[in-house]
């Protein structure tokens, strides 16, 4: 992740107070965008497809899957995190 994502999050820190969402669970959305980005982009659609992510929720741990290398193995509320609706 470069300095440009992490500075982003430090100005909205500024704007917004310190009550927002852990830079940590922004990072692991951005790297679920990343895992799953084609290496061609066709369309771009702009919409927002993740919901706030806690600390504690970055806690659980995904089910290791073969077929995924390289997959992010925590979890996030992301449409693009294949635990994503699930209880448990």
Known sequence: ??????????????????DIEPFFSCQLVEKYRQYWKPDKVNVILLAESHVFTSTSDLKYKLKEIDELESYPG???????????????
Not at 2 to 8: G, L, S
Not at 74 to 88: R, T
């Open 1 to 18: 992740m470069d300095n440009d994502f992490k500075a982003c999050y430090d100005d909205i820190v500024k704007l917004l107070g310190s």
């Open 74 to 88: 925590q979890y996030a509320k992301f449409v693009y995190c294949v635990a994503y609706g699930e209880q448990s």
